[in-house]
């Protein structure tokens, strides 16, 4: 279990929409890539499809690194260092989807919640938080 974000902070990782997860290739570059999310009891979970890159890199070398930041005006930001857990819990899986699809598509009957629906299975990953830093140039 890894730190929780509580506060003002948890209400701006909540409003956002877009998160970049940073991921370590085998050769050990950085790779980066932008996700939806959702935050669940203090903790940031992402999902994704078994074959991505960023799912082969969390197999291997599970240490990661999440923002989420502000692209104007007032400019501020959050990033969390930390470690990838695989989720099995089926009941936490589903409370992650529902809570995604709600979040980025609204009714279930939209376009996006079918495209995603019909995707099949995805893991989840929950983002075991060591460190939380954060930036506000407002």
């Known amino acids: 279990m890894g730190k929780k974000l509580t506060g003002d902070w948890a209400v701006y990782v909540a409003l956002q929409k877009i998160g970049h997860l940073s991921t370590i290739d085998p050769d050990g570059t950085p790779h980066c890539t932008p996700v939806f999310y959702a935050m669940m009891d ?3 979970y992402v999902g994704t499809q ?3 890159k960023k799912f082969r890199n969390l ?3 599970p240490k990661v690194c999440f923002t989420i930041d502000t692209p104007t005006s007032p400019y501020k930001g959050i990033m ?3 470690t990838a857990q695989i ?3 089926n ?6 989807r529902e809570a995604l699809m709600y979040r980025y598509y609204g ?3 939209s376009a996006g919640w079918k495209y995603i629906s019909s995707l099949g ?3 989840l990953i929950k983002i075991n938080a060591d460190r939380w830093s954060h930036w506000d140039f407002g």
Do not use: T
Request: charged share 40%.
């Open 80 to 82: 969390v260092q930390g």
């Open 121 to 123: 299975s995805s893991v």
């Open 91 to 96: 009941a936490v899986h589903e409370k992650y």
């Open 87 to 89: 989720i099995d819990d």
């Open 42 to 44: 203090g903790e940031i």
């Open 59 to 61: 197999e291997r070398e």
């Open 50 to 52: 078994r074959g991505r």
């Open 107 to 109: 009714h279930p009957d």
